[in-house]
């Protein structure tokens, strides 16, 4: 079984704002090149472990992994990675991430009825 | 034929039997009052030790809504969202040992709706908004919502 690991903290000890143009490693980055660039290698499983850092915005949790619906990935693929979550600090970050997710599969049901 | 014992002999024994039988009750009841007292002074000790804890969450607590208020209602806040960001880490911290101490559930829903109302898209909001906008109005029941939970209950029997 393929897994991959992705730990926040290798990215940045303090996840800026939600687009690059804001600030350094924003959200919009960290989906592009971490979240996504993990995704394409197709693994069984990705675990995101949020801990270590200095705190979270939630620009940044909502751009990284809302924005991965709003990218075309999978709602199924999407939501499997905020169910791997690991928080062990702050447990109430996987709520907020799972939230953010499905408000953005609503969204794109909802433009998708619309087109 | 048996011989009769001496009653000051049979007085000496008694008296040392009843002697070591009062010792022992002595020695069982001195054990007993200690066992007690360490009990007591666990059980008050755990309970500071919860108390300090709700008090430091609560400080806390306070001090995140402090900054967020001032961070968005102020016109030159001082705050920048290091200072909000640093602070709901350092909450969350505090309620994470809160919860460890009193076997409780971390808050996350509440915790979540904290984060949410103080800094989702703190870097593009136009600032000073309202002290009567919706944002601070559901920093404000959020942050009431926490205080509001059992976990941060004091009581004597705890």
């Known amino acids: 079984m393929t897994t991959i690991n992705v730990n926040v903290v290798d990215f940045s000890e303090f996840p800026g704002p939600r687009y690059e143009q804001h600030g350094p490693n924003s959200g919009e980055r960290f989906r592009r090149e971490v979240l996504l660039e993990a995704i394409s290698k197709k693994p069984e499983k990705i675990i995101v472990n949020l801990d270590g850092v200095l705190g979270y915005g939630s620009s940044f949790l909502e751009e990284a992994f809302g924005g991965l619906i709003r990218d075309g990935v999978q709602s199924e693929v999407a939501l499997e990675i905020a169910n791997n979550l690991i928080s062990e600090i702050d447990p109430s970050l996987k709520i907020e991430i799972t939230e953010y997710i499905k408000e953005a599969i609503e969204h794109r049901n909802k433009n998708a009825r619309n087109s | ?158």
């Open chain 2, 1 to 158: 034929m048996p011989e009769t014992p001496n009653p000051e002999e049979l007085i000496k024994w008694v008296g040392w039997l009843l002697s070591l039988v009062l010792g022992l009750i002595g020695i069982g009841v001195t054990f007993s009052v200690l066992y007690i007292r360490i009990r007591h002074a666990e059980k008050l000790a755990q309970r500071k030790e919860r108390h300090d804890a709700i008090d430091n969450a609560l400080r806390l607590l306070t001090d995140f809504e402090d900054k967020s208020l001032d961070y968005w209602t102020a016109k030159d806040s001082k705050y920048t969202k290091a200072h909000i960001i640093t602070a709901q880490q350092r909450l969350s911290f505090s309620i994470k040992q809160l919860s460890r101490i009193t076997a409780s559930n971390f808050p996350d829903k509440e915790m979540a709706e904290i984060r949410k109302s103080a800094t989702l898209d703190m870097e593009t909001k136009r600032r000073p908004i309202s002290a009567n906008s919706e944002r601070i109005l559901r920093l404000s029941i959020s942050t009431s919502k926490m205080q509001n939970l059992s976990l941060f209950a004091k009581n004597g029997k705890s």
